[in-house]
C-alpha cells in the first residue's frame, strides 16, 4: 500500500525550521497539500490508483478517488482524440468556517463522463453551467493535469485534516425554496453532479473532503453556486441561487 513518506531529516539550522513546517502541515492542509502534490501526482500517472493511502501516520480511503482517477484519465485520451480541448471553471474555496463570504479563487477542472455520452452533452454541461453564472474556459492538456494534482491534493488534505474517519457528520445545505434538489460535485473534478438531497435544509453525510454544491432549478436546469467547501463544515452552507 502507497505510503506518502516524510521528508528526509534537515541539518544543523535548518532543522527547527522544517520541525515548524511539519507540525503545521498537520493541521493546515493547504500545507500538506502542497507537501503531499508530487506523490499524488506520480499515483496519478500511474495505472491505478490505490483505494487506500497513509498520510501523516492517518489512514484514509480513496476507493471513490480511484475511480474518478481512472476516468480522468479516460476523459483526457476521448478528449485528446476528438480533438475537444479540456475545460475549467474558477471559483471560490471556503474552509471549514466559512459558511459565507469571499475566499480565495482556485481553478478546478470539468468531468463530462459518461464517455459513452455524446460531446453534444458536455456542450450542454458548459451551457448550462454559463447561464448559473459560472464561466468555462478551455485549457490544454497539462494544465489540466496540473489543475487536477493541485486540487486532488487539497482534497486528500482535508480529508486527513479532518480526522472523522468513515463516519463524517452531516452537512445541511439551505436553499432559497423549500422543495429544491440539491446536487452536490467533487471540488477537484467538477461534473453534473449527484443528488444530495431535498432542502431546505437539505442534509447528508457525505465523506470529508472538498465540494461545490447546486440545485435543480424549476425549469430542470442545473445551477452551481461558485464556490468550493471544506466538508464537514462548522455550519450551514447557504445557496443562494434561484
Known amino acids: 500500500m502507497p505510503r506518502f513518506q516524510a521528508p528526509k531529516p534537515p541539518r544543523h539550522n535548518e532543522a527547527e525550521s522544517a520541525k515548524a513546517s511539519l507540525e503545521k502541515s498537520n493541521s493546515d492542509p493547504d500545507v500538506l497539500a502542497s507537501a503531499i502534490r508530487g506523490d499524488v501526482s506520480s499515483l496519478v500517472s500511474q495505472s491505478s490508483f490505490p483505494n487506500q493511502l497513509t498520510v501523516d501516520s492517518a489512514q484514509i480511503g480513496t476507493a471513490d478517488i480511484a475511480k474518478d482517477v481512472e476516468e480522468y484519465r479516460t476523459q483526457m485520451e476521448e478528449l485528446s482524440l476528438s480533438g475537444n480541448p479540456a475545460h475549467a471553471v474558477d ?3 471556503r474552509s471549514h468556517s466559512m459558511a459565507t463570504g469571499r475566499g480565495r479563487i482556485i481553478t478546478v477542472l470539468l468531468r463530462f463522463l ?3 455520452e455524446p460531446i453534444s452533452k458536455y456542450e450542454g454541461f458548459l451551457t448550462s453551467l454559463n447561464q448559473s453564472g459560472i464561466r468555462p474556459y478551455p485549457i490544454s492538456q497539462n494544465d489540466a493535469h496540473e489543475i487536477f494534482v ?4 487539497e482534497f486528500i488534505a482535508t480529508r486527513v485534516d479532518s480526522g472523522v474517519g468513515s463516519s463524517p457528520p452531516s452537512t445541511f445545505v439551505e436553499t432559497n425554496r423549500i422543495g429544491e434538489t440539491v446536487l452536490y460535485a467533487k471540488g477537484y473534478f467538477l461534473s453534473t453532479g449527484t443528488v444530495f438531497g431535498t432542502s431546505t435544509p437539505a442534509i447528508a453525510s457525505i465523506p470529508s473532503g472538498r465540494y461545490s454544491f447546486g440545485i435543480l432549478n424549476s425549469k430542470g436546469q442545473q445551477q452551481f453556486e461558485n464556490a468550493v467547501w471544506s466538508i464537514p463544515t462548522q ?6 441561487l434561484s
Open 91 to 93: 471559483l471560490e474555496y
Open 114 to 116: 459518461p464517455i459513452t
Open 150 to 153: 493541485d486540487r486532488l491534493s
Open 235 to 240: 455550519s450551514a452552507i447557504r445557496l443562494n
